[in-house]
């Protein structure tokens, strides 16, 4: 069975820190790239971050480039997103995925959508105010 948990959202004031994490178990996350998708109220999918298999190579959003960081943990089945001086349009949903690295990057249109990924979680809420 496929899981992808993610944790530690929180309520946070702007300029603060948060560090979340996604444990996956079901499949091989070695063989998967992981990303991070956000959802704020009343929008649609956003794309994050994604880091590859080894954790070698990371890519970021315009937006949140500078102040997160992705990182993964292939002993412990864990992607992470650190993410500081956060700010209020970073309220959201934020949702881990995996998409296998057999398949190609894909186009950054395409990581805004959910098929892109064969697997996704269930999501942590993350808002920012003061």
């Known amino acids: 069975q496929v899981q992808l948990v993610e944790s530690g959202g929180g309520l946070v004031q702007p300029g603060g820190s948060l560090r979340l994490s996604c444990v996956v178990s079901?499949?091989?996350?070695?063989?998967?790239?992981m990303y991070w998708v956000r959802q704020a109220p009343g929008k649609g999918l956003e794309w994050v971050s994604a880091?590859?298999?080894?954790?070698?190579?990371?890519y970021y959003a315009d937006s949140v480039k500078g102040r997160f960081t992705i990182s993964r943990d292939n002993a412990k089945n864990t992607v992470y997103l650190q993410m500081n001086a956060l700010k209020p349009e970073d309220t959201a949903v934020y949702y881990c995925?995996?998409?296998?690295?057999?398949?190609?990057?894909?186009?950054?249109?395409?990581?805004?959508?959910?098929?892109?990924?064969?697997?996704w979680g269930q999501g942590t809420q993350v808002t920012v105010s003061s």
């Open positions: 880091i590859n298999t080894g954790g070698g190579m990371t």
């Open positions: 079901g499949f091989t996350f070695s063989s998967y790239w």
């Open positions: 995925a995996a998409r296998s690295a057999d398949r190609t990057i894909p186009s950054p249109s395409a990581r805004n959508d959910q098929r892109a990924y064969n697997y």
